[in-house]
Structure formats: structure tokens, C-alpha cells
């Protein structure tokens, strides 16, 4: 299986949590012709990123573009996840059992490769024991843009 993740930060309700790939920057890119920004905390299944959230979330925004057009990332999973001492296995191994039924095929092997990035929403003091969105992501593998949707 081919997963990057690069960065994690975590903290009480307010804070959030990150992992994100290697060639991210901290200025966000002009936006593109098309695009609308959105809060990376509200991306949806299918949706086009032309740009990621720098790890250090100096930015929490992003432009979704249409797919058919160049984009660096598409979102193939949202799911509520524990808070757990192995946050990024736990968060690699989600990924990767929700790549095959988005793209109809397994990672490995694929031209893809996945990162994630976790909203944590986490009350130390309540009982939930779901407090996270974990937030899938596919790249293309060699690092270029992608163009089309990876979806079967």
C-alpha cells in the first residue's frame, strides 16, 4: 500500500488534526477559473482539491475544482473515526479499506497513493467515543495533477 502522511497535530475541541503530503505549501495557490473554496473540514466524497492545507494549518481552506479539470487531490472517503494512541494506522488502515470501493480497484498496484486528514472535534470530557472525521484522499502516485475522477 502506498500512504503518505506527513504531519499530525492534536488538541481539544478547537483543534484539529493533520496529515497531509510532502509537497504541500503554505500560500495557498491563486484560485483556479471554476473553482469555490471551501473549509477542508467540509470536503465531501468526490470532491476535486486543486490545492491542500499546509501542514501546519496556517490555511484551513481550499479550491474544489470540477474533476474533469487538473487537480491534485479527490476525497474517496469520510468517516467518523476514534481518537486513538495510533491515529495514523488507524487512519491508513480506513483509507485503505475505502480505496477499492470508490475506485473499484485495491491501492496497491494503483497509480494512486493516499493521505488523509482528520478533523478532531474531541471533547476530553465527553463520552463520544466518534469525535473524528477521518478525511481520505487520493493522489496520483508520481505526483502529478490528475485530471477525471478516480470513482468506478
Known amino acids: 500500500m502506498r500512504a503518505r502522511s506527513l504531519h499530525a497535530l492534536c488538541g ?6 493533520l496529515a497531509a503530503c510532502a509537497t ?10 471554476g473553482s469555490r473554496t471551501e473549509k477542508w473540514i467540509d470536503l465531501q466524497v468526490g470532491d476535486c482539491l486543486a490545492d491542500l ?3 501546519d494549518l496556517s490555511r484551513v481552506t481550499v479550491n474544489v475544482v470540477d474533476c474533469a479539470t487538473a487537480h491534485l487531490a479527490e476525497v474517496y472517503l469520510r468517516a467518523p473515526m476514534a481518537v486513538n494512541a495510533a491515529v495514523a494506522n488507524v487512519a491508513n488502515r480506513d483509507c485503505a479499506a475505502g480505496f477499492a470501493p470508490y475506485t473499484g480497484r485495491p491501492v496497491d498496484g494503483s497509480p494512486f497513493s493516499i493521505t488523509f486528514l482528520i478533523d478532531s472535534n474531541q471533547d ?11 478525511i481520505c484522499l487520493l493522489q496520483a502516485a508520481n505526483g502529478q ?7 468506478r
Do not use: D, F, I, K
Not at 124 to 134: H, I, Q
Not at 145 to 151: F, Y
Open 12 to 17: 481539544l475541541a478547537a483543534s484539529v488534526l
Open 24 to 33: 504541500v505549501t503554505a500560500a495557498a495557490a491563486p484560485a483556479p477559473p
Open 53 to 55: 492545507p499546509p501542514a
Open 124 to 134: 476530553r470530557t465527553g463520552a463520544n467515543p466518534m469525535p473524528s472525521t477521518l
Open 145 to 151: 495533477p490528475l485530471t477525471g475522477s478516480a470513482r
